[in-house]
């Protein structure tokens, strides 16, 4: 879904463009930051599409690999279900859907979701940090560093159709701090990601995942 979120398709462009010309240096780093809180902070609940119809029965034995300790299948599934999307974000704005990738190091909690893991997606360096927070909102956002600049998406999770902004950091003697707004009537995010599911059946193509 983060892939139809206007900011996220403009970082993505830019950082192919930064990565084709060169003149930003080389690409050193990409950060995903997910404290996930109160994902309805600010929102109307009554706007919130819902139903009453119950979910289809599903044995949570079906996800559970035989190494996973039972009393850690509930954590296991909730770090799957929302941080698969930052590592696909991850791919998405480097060009590397199908680039293999290898957890380097990790550091998590005994709840299996607070802390960090150390990963190379195609040649670069990737960080992925988690957590369950209690505050009112949602924290989370996505960076890309060169040598020459950074570049971060102000729009975090796509919560609603709003206009989209980034902001790039840049220069060594004289930083400067420049945004960027996506087209507010053409680039909703909603309304993109509905019209792709419409157009083409759904494509996956599993991509291993090894661990040095």
């Given at each position: 879904m983060k892939r139809y979120d206007p900011?996220?398709?403009?970082?993505r462009d830019t950082v192919r463009a930064w990565k084709e010309s060169g003149d930003k240096g080389r690409l050193l780093y990409l950060r995903a930051h997910g404290f996930c809180g109160n994902w309805t902070a600010?929102?109307?609940k009554f706007a919130i599409i819902s139903t009453d119809e119950a979910m289809p029965d599903k044995p949570r034995d079906e996800f559970k690999p035989d190494w996973l300790p039972a009393d850690q299948v509930s954590s296991?599934?909730?770090y799957l279900q929302q941080y698969t999307h930052n590592i696909n974000l991850a791919r998405f704005v480097l060009d590397a859907p199908y680039a293999s990738i290898t957890?380097?190091?990790t550091d998590l909690d005994g709840d299996?979701?607070?802390g960090v893991v150390l990963m190379e997606l195609g040649g670069t360096r990737v960080s992925l940090e988690s957590a369950q927070t209690r505050f009112h909102g949602w924290d989370e956002h996505t960076q890309v560093y060169f040598e020459g600049v950074g570049a971060?998406?102000?729009a975090g999770a796509v919560r609603q159709s709003r206009p989209a902004e980034y902001r790039n950091l840049r220069g060594r003697r004289a930083a400067s701090l420049s945004?960027?707004?996506?087209?507010a009537n053409r680039n909703l995010a909603l309304p993109r990601r509905g019209r792709a599911f419409s157009r083409s059946p759904a494509i996956w193509r599993p991509?291993?995942?090894a661990r040095s």
């Open positions: 900011a996220n398709l403009l970082m600010g929102r109307d296991y599934i909730g957890v380097k190091a299996g979701m607070t971060c998406p102000l945004h960027a707004n996506s087209d991509v291993p995942i």
